[in-house]
């Protein structure tokens, strides 16, 4: 009995510390005119990026559709990183740790383990996929 006691504090107090990481990330705007011109600036450096981003694609596979797609195809393959992860480490959660009591919360953590892996599996081959098909088989 006491290796559980020990083990639910272990978790408690991880998730106090996640939590206080997140909950210390906080953005904070300014009525500033000097800081608002420099997001400004920021902002449209961004922009500019992101456009020269998709003419790169759009030059690359010689037509403006199929670079839309292969640079929106990019960014879901990047987005779906820390998306995935965050699934997996809540399905890990449910399963290992509220899972230990309840059998019902235990496969439904297998379940996201599973679906969050297969998503992650095919957001990362599909923009390969695409770029075989594409660059390799039209002419």
């Not at 996640?18 to 906080?26: H, R």
């Not at 899972?99 to 439904?108: A, E, N, S």
Request: proline share 1%; glycine share 8%; net charge positive.
């Amino acid at each position: 009995m006491k290796g559980a006691h020990y083990k639910m504090k272990k978790v408690v107090i991880s998730l106090i510390v996640i939590l206080s990481i997140f909950g210390s990330c906080s953005v904070f705007a300014s009525t500033d005119n000097i800081l608002a011109e420099s997001s400004a600036g920021q902002l449209i450096e961004i922009k500019e990026k992101q456009l020269k981003e998709l003419k790169d694609f759009t030059e690359s596979y010689g037509s403006e559709a199929y670079g839309f797609t292969a640079y929106m195809l990019d960014k879901v393959r990047i987005y779906s990183i820390p998306l995935c992860f965050v699934g997996i480490a809540v399905g890990a959660i449910w399963q290992y740790v509220i899972g230990i009591r309840k059998l019902d919360v235990h496969d439904r953590g297998l379940f996201l383990i599973v679906g969050f892996v297969t998503i992650f599996v095919i957001c990362q081959v599909l923009p390969l996929v695409f770029a075989i098909v594409v660059k390799g088989f039209r002419n």
